[in-house]
């Protein structure tokens, strides 16, 4: 049984780029969450799609951007990347929309924006 | 507003001694869940435990245990037994609605 994939696992971008991030959800889940994690923090929320749907959004410019796809896969899109927007992106993956069950993470991309 | 602390940035213990991490948590929701979640050096988190808001019985699973304190607004975490295999970051969360709050994470290191 296929945990949460993410790829890439590695990205290097320069600055003013636009990059797009990818996730399959665990086998059976429904519902995606995307979370920013620097260097020494905690995983912060991003925005969380069910049923192809951004259900909510955490403090993050328009620049960050979803989408869902009818098989529950996600992407996540970041346009004029900055140099502070290098971390470790972590799809997590769950079922029924809502956050209370507890997710599913995978290793998430490490984003390098130099 | 909703917010997790995890005071303790870094713990350091030799194998076998107890080791307990602490989180404080802040909501004004009434129904609400929290975690407790591993991330090894690998970078994926793992789930450990989940609790609501309405079940303060405390939980033993192996050399793990869990002490909820609505009172304090305190989920705190205890390993027995300590074993370089749990050195890692342990986050705490809280969960309302559609999102999960984390803590800033505590470094745990274990050396033999």
């Known amino acids: 049984d296929a945990g949460v994939t993410q790829s890439p696992t590695h990205l290097i971008k320069t600055r003013g780029q636009q990059v797009t991030l990818r996730c399959s959800p665990k086998?059976?889940?429904?519902?995606v969450s995307w979370y920013q994690q620097a260097l020494g923090q905690g995983p912060q929320f991003i925005f969380q799609?069910?049923?192809?749907?951004?259900?909510q959004r955490g403090n993050f410019p328009d620049r960050f951007s979803g989408h869902q796809f009818p098989n529950y896969s996600s992407e996540l899109n970041v346009n004029a990347l900055l140099l502070g927007d290098s971390a470790l992106y972590l799809c997590?993956?769950?079922?029924?929309?809502?956050?209370?069950?507890?997710?599913?993470f995978g290793s998430g991309t490490r984003l390098t924006v130099v | 507003a909703q917010k997790v602390t995890q005071a303790q940035t870094e713990i350091s213990v030799v194998e076998k001694e107890d080791v307990t991490l602490d989180c404080v948590y802040e909501?004004?929701?009434?129904?609400?869940?929290l975690f407790w979640y591993k991330q090894p050096p690998s970078g994926e988190l793992v789930f450990l435990i989940r609790?609501?808001?309405?079940?303060?019985q405390n939980e033993i699973s192996g050399r793990y245990s869990w002490n909820f304190q609505k009172s304090t607004s305190s989920f705190n975490f205890t390993i027995t037994a300590s074993q370089v295999v749990d050195s890692a970051v342990y986050f705490c969360?809280?969960?309302?609605?559609?999102?999960?709050?984390f803590g800033a994470g505590t470094r745990l290191f274990v050396k033999a």
């Open positions: 909501t004004r929701d009434t129904t609400y869940y």
């Open positions: 969360a809280l969960a309302g609605g559609f999102k999960t709050i």
């Open positions: 799609y069910y049923e192809e749907e951004e259900r």
């Open positions: 997590a993956s769950s079922l029924g929309g809502g956050a209370t069950i507890g997710y599913t």
């Open positions: 086998s059976g889940h429904d519902t």
């Open positions: 609790r609501n808001s309405f079940d303060e």
